[in-house]
């Protein structure tokens, strides 16, 4: 890889003929996000896909980096994967077709109160499917832990007496609370369906797929979109969708910004201030909604 890499770098300087600040700017793009690859996702950076990369873009924008600077990592990731497919080393360019918004940040998508309790309605716990997908959807709403972290998760890090996880992010760990329904979803899970299901006895995984190896992030993303489906529930419903509706939720019931920011991980308060903005627009959709002097 470390070959590709710097093949990359002497292909905009001999090439490209690309200025020295260009360079710079490409290659530390390319840099972090194979670094990003390597810490978090645990994989090489020609085994992504287009999902790898629109989780990247969420990762960047949870540590506030702006929209413009996300587009300009884009432009970077593109064409590198460009020069990738140009050495045979790629198929394809996963980057390709992904966009970000340069003007004003749009707000995320939320589910109302009503429509989390008929997603989390939808896992029928009536097989090991059902019980693992019934405590992966709980957990996820309880702590609005990214994708990737859930994945990450091995048993070790759940406290099923002690209501809580610990999710552990770029080398820093935080402590989120667990409320009583999910404590008990994934206790379900933990002492009776786990142990039918790993493959392996050595297995450390907390959430594991039907052949007994940890889940994969495609993995549980179709889990997902099929209990939307099953939900019929008319919204693009996505892990960061749940992430999101944590936070917006939490703050609608009085919790404050720093916590949320806590138990988000995020670096910089600016990025959960969104999550204040979206509550305020949606009590103005309910006041415009429902005023009688606002029609």
Not at 144 to 158: A, Q
Not at 274 to 283: F, G, P, R, S
Request: glycine fraction near 4%; charge should be positive; proline fraction near 4%.
């Amino acid at each position: 890889m470390s070959n590709l890499i710097d093949g990359y770098q002497a292909f905009l300087t001999d090439v490209k003929q690309a200025s020295p600040n260009t360079i710079a700017s490409y290659m530390r793009d390319v840099h972090q996000y194979v670094s990003y690859l390597n810490t978090v996702m645990h994989m090489d950076v020609l085994e992504a896909d287009r999902d790898t990369v629109c989780d990247y873009t969420h990762w960047l924008a949870d540590r506030g980096k702006s929209p413009a600077t996300i587009s300009r990592t884009l432009a970077s990731l593109k064409s590198f994967y460009n020069y990738a497919i140009s050495q045979g080393a790629a198929q394809s360019n996963p980057v390709r077709n992904i966009h970000v918004e340069k003007s004003e940040k749009k707000l995320p998508q939320i589910l109302t109160g009503k429509e989390v309790e008929l997603l989390l309605e939808q896992p029928k716990c009536t097989d090991l499917k059902g019980y693992r997908d019934k405590a992966m959807l709980e957990l996820l709403y309880a702590t609005g832990i990214r994708v990737t972290e859930l994945i990450s998760l091995n048993v070790s890090d759940v406290s099923l007496t002690g209501s809580f996880i610990k999710c552990t992010s770029n080398q820093r760990m935080r402590i989120i609370p667990l409320y009583p329904a999910a404590v008990k979803a994934l206790g379900d899970y933990i002492n009776e369906i786990r142990p039918k299901l790993i493959a392996d006895p050595e297995e450390t995984s907390l959430f594991v797929n039907l052949s007994g190896e940890r889940m994969s992030r495609q993995g549980f993303w179709k889990i997902i979109k099929h209990y939307q489906e099953t939900a019929k529930i008319d919204k693009d419903i996505t892990p960061h969708t749940l992430r999101h509706s944590f936070a917006a939720h939490l703050l609608e019931n009085g919790a404050d910004l720093r916590s949320i920011q806590e138990m988000l991980g995020h670096s910089d308060i600016s990025s959960t201030q969104i999550y204040a903005q979206l509550v305020k627009q949606n009590l103005k959709n309910v006041y415009n909604k429902f005023h009688p002097k606002a029609q």
